[in-house]
């Protein structure tokens, strides 16, 4: 029996915008070398902002032919539709499959591979029968658990949303980091996101929450949300105390596709540093 | 000499590469043109950013900033929320701080005693080798919270009974 040591970390805020992938791609790329891990980025957003960030259209479209997205870890190949979902009693692909590897290091004791999104996972919100998504549920879980016997660190970039993939990510993950701008949407995003929780009772044990500050300004910081959210009693001790500061490198941009920490100017080294201290933390916190 | 080629011969100086391996290429260049050239190295960065390759980071970098002492940043973030933003004395945080973690710490008796010649931040520090960071600085904030008259949000956060 393969073991499963590999942990499942589902990046989520019911609130869009909050950091989400921004996350999932830039402190996950320093975290697999700081730390040398094996780790997994799964795109499960039908936008698949993440597999856009890291990823040129022509090669994005590549992989999305050939089958490599995380969609064929729903479903096999079928021609059913939009309103049915197909089924089978094979078992899911191998991660080698649909990953594409970025980083690997030279004694291959460490590698970043991707698995893409894909706007398939759409249809998922178009189907009521839970009959027939329980089986796609369970295609998925069996993914994860394969995924976790290979990988030291799985890593779920999710759309804000309460929808069924969410839910998908919300069983297979035994972290969830919240991103949280410092705002009353992104604080009330993370809230929904403990009330989904708590409506699933098929969720048990519940993941433990870890939750980051974001894109905190370095000049003129308004501390009224942070202060809230650490002086919180359920919230407080989870907030993790390094932040992710505002950075040019971590924005969305069109000459640029890649990790932030890999764009060759010289000034990433500040974001670098920065980065590695949530990495830290978050080592502690995971038990990496 | 313009200072971009000055800056390509100081790169090629500080990479390690023998006089043999610069030789060969000048002779590439010369063998095939300039523009060949330019492409070649554009085609090479391109796939450095985009397709799978072999980097770890260079131990350098670190060195660069300096590794950060979190703990002494912590410990002056909770002095700053016990001290300059609640205006409290010393020995006022000290008791508070104390209270709140005891309560914390399942009322097991806190090992690290408050010295006055070592002042608060050193305190907290010590604080920190028994105590996550993240909870003495969730504790300084909930202080903080209490004593400082500020604006409710709107919207503020749930405080829901047995969470």
């Not at chain 2, 399942?106 to 002042?119: A, P």
């Amino acid at each position: 029996m393969p073991s499963l040591n590999g942990k499942v970390v589902t990046v989520l805020n019911m609130k869009g915008g909050v950091g989400k992938t921004t996350v999932s791609a830039h402190v996950m790329r320093v975290l697999y070398n700081q730390l040398r891990k094996k780790v997994l980025l799964i795109d499960l957003d039908s936008q698949f902002n993440l597999s856009q960030c890291l990823l040129p259209r022509n090669k994005y479209e590549d992989l999305k032919d050939q089958g490599s997205t995380i969609f064929s870890a729903m479903e096999p190949p079928s021609d059913v539709g939009l309103f049915d979902v197909a089924t089978t009693d094979k078992p899911p692909p191998p991660t080698s499959e649909l990953m594409k590897r970025f980083w690997q290091f030279q004694d291959g004791s460490a590698y970043l591979d991707l698995i893409p999104g894909s706007f398939e996972l759409v249809k998922y919100s178009l189907i009521g029968d839970q009959h027939k998504l329980a089986a796609v549920q369970k295609r998925f879980l069996q993914f994860i658990s394969q995924a976790r016997s290979e990988y030291d660190l799985v890593v779920i970039d999710c759309n804000p949303s309460s929808s069924f993939i969410t839910i998908c990510a919300l069983h297979a993950c035994t972290y969830l980091l919240v991103p949280v701008r410092p705002d009353r949407y992104s604080v009330l995003g993370l809230e929904l996101v403990v009330d989904l929780l708590d409506m699933l009772p098929t969720i048990h044990p519940k993941p433990e929450i870890t939750i980051l500050l974001n894109a905190i300004p370095r000049q003129n910081y308004d501390k009224s949300t942070e202060n809230e959210l650490r002086g919180h009693r359920r919230f407080g001790p989870k907030v993790l105390v390094n932040i992710l500061r505002h950075s040019k490198l971590l924005e969305a941009s069109s000459n640029y596709t890649g990790f932030a920490t890999d764009k060759p100017v010289s000034y990433k080294n500040l974001l670098k540093t920065e980065i590695r201290s949530i990495v830290d933390e978050l080592a502690t916190r995971w038990e990496l | 000499m313009s200072r971009n080629v000055e800056r390509i011969l100081l790169l090629l100086a500080a990479s390690g590469l023998s006089q043999r391996a610069i030789q060969d290429g000048v002779k590439m260049v010369e063998q095939f043109g300039g523009k060949e050239f330019v492409d070649r190295v554009m085609a090479l960065r391109q796939r450095i950013q985009t397709s799978y390759s072999e980097m770890p980071y260079d131990e350098l970098e670190a060195i660069e900033f300096g590794p950060r002492n979190e703990r002494s940043e912590i410990a002056n973030r909770v002095v700053e929320l016990l001290l300059k933003e609640t205006s409290f004395s010393t020995e006022q945080a000290v008791l508070e701080l104390e209270k709140s973690l005891f309560e914390e710490t399942l009322q097991r008796e806190l090992h690290v005693r408050f010295r006055s010649k070592d002042g608060l931040r050193k305190w907290v520090e010590r604080l920190m080798e028994y105590i996550s960071p993240s909870v003495i600085l969730h504790h300084a904030t909930m202080i903080r919270n209490k004593f400082v008259h500020y604006q409710h949000a709107d919207w503020p956060l749930r405080d829901r009974e047995n969470e």
